[in-house]
């Protein structure tokens, strides 16, 4: 069987809400569940994106295997009632999960092995209290959990809203999940709780950052079944890193890998023409990106370039200390990710993935009051399910309608191209603004190619990122100097720290402008890396 959900966590001020919310007007019981996590010393099921346990439910006990899925919202799932004497944390029988896809894989894994078998890495003890409530597109589960995960002396506390599907499309999960969020103010946590055990049990306080995965595409698609792809590779950069900043503990590169996840995924939208069919998307996307650059900000930019400058001060025997570089102030990264909006656009993507039947009106603001926000325990229970996901890509024809997908990621590529080569050739020509405008369309043909490469010619393609990395990383450093000097202009003209640090960057900025030709010129040089049909 699948499991079909999506969990967030509860911030402290909305417990008893929540609660008291799942709980509803008969006042659903807390049942207790206490279980028992295994794996190898060597974390070889969690490495494989597989989970075992064996957990006391009330009066029952279940042995239960997951696998991730390819969507964030769905794992397969296979559970075993075992005997109600059973010990939780007596050792799991593998072979009662054979004959499903997830069970066979454990089962090989296991086979291949000649290390140490299976042992207890972790506990769990929750409080769960659970309500199912009927939608316009099937029926949830809503489950509320309390308590602790354990291992050894180490203990990690659990507070969470779990949203599973029982009956009906996935929309459903993903639109009562759009009430919870903006009501209680919850945030999406794609880390399930035998990976934050797995985690605990190995010390660590968070997960690694996830970076861009391949795009697998094939002649076979349509546009639309290739974008859904390509749209499934940004959430998943863009869910998992949003998901750790948003727990407060993380490092710069989760939030850079967050931005390349939005960067990637508005490249995608304008590479095959479909922003105006996802306006919530695609403006949400662009804010999100921009409010969390104060952050890359002062990460990539600013310590970098103070750190040479206090190298060019030393070099110039000067003693005085390098000046801090003035950024705009802005929230807290973990503040922007778990504020509603930012919320509500990886809802969005969710949705979109799965093929929604129509565009919903836009939520309501939270700061307009919580009230305006229907109880999804109000819809109307007459089932509405989906028949078929609706197009994303050519919905009501047009022209282009009828090429292939791959005819029309090349058409995209051919034009961003075209468009950086005449910027290259005018670079010296060109203003600050126009030559910002080139690094983000480089940026957009880099990450047009990652997705298109299944239909290009392989042995050029590593050859033509690596020229373009080089004009990416030039270019990049003459915008990073010019946001510099802009901010230093607009402090004090009479800091002998501050004029030092105008000249450096001065001479770094006339620097980079004379070795622009140079790049250009590997970049214009580069193979070709579309085929043309014959």
Known sequence: MQEIELKFQVPAARRAAVDAAVAGREKSPRIRL???YFDTPDRALAQAGMALRIRREGRRVVQT????????????????????????????DPSLHAGTAVGDRLIALLAKRKGPPLAMQFRTDIRRRSRQLRTRQGVVELAFDE???????????????????????????????????????LWLDTRSKAERGDMLSRGESMAPQRK???????????MDDALRRMLLSCLDQIAVNSSQVASGEYV??????????????RSALRLVDVEAAMPAVTEQAAILFRRLGAARDRAAVAEPLEQGLREALAASGLE??????????????????????????????????????????????????????????????????PAAP???WGEGGGEGADLQTRDILVKGLKRLHRQVITDLKNFDTLKDVARHRLRKRAKRLRYGTEFAASFLEKRKVRRYLDAMQQMQDALGAYVDVTVAMQAYKSQSDKDPRILFALGWLAARKKALIADIPRIAKVFRQAPRIWRDRS
């Open 390 to 392: 609706s197009p994303l």
């Open 320 to 385: 005085f200390d390098a000046p801090r570089l003035p950024l705009r102030e802005e929230a807290d990264p973990t503040d922007i990710v778990r504020f509603g909006p930012a919320q509500v656009l990886i809802l969005e993507l969710y949705e979109w993935t799965q093929g929604r039947v129509a565009s919903p009106s836009p939520p309501p603001s939270p700061q307009r009051g919580e009230g305006a926000i229907p109880d999804a325990s109000c819809i109307d229970d007459a089932p509405r399910y």
């Open 65 to 92: 295997l997951k696998g991730l899925g390819n969507d964030g919202l769905t794992r397969a799932e296979h559970n075993v009632v075992l005997p109600p004497s059973g010990d939780p944390e007596a050792l799991p």
């Open 34 to 36: 206490q279980a028992a």
């Open 147 to 185: 308590g602790v995960i354990v291992a050894g002396d180490r203990r990690l506390a659990v507070c969470e809203l779990e949203i599973e599907l029982v009956r009906g499309s996935p929309l459903a999960v993903i639109a009562t999940a759009r009430q919870w969020v903006l009501r209680h103010g």
């Open 212 to 222: 861009a995965g391949k795009v697998r595409l094939s002649e076979e698609m349509t």
């Open 252 to 265: 710069d590169e989760h939030v850079h890998q967050l931005r390349i996840g939005l960067r990637r995924l």
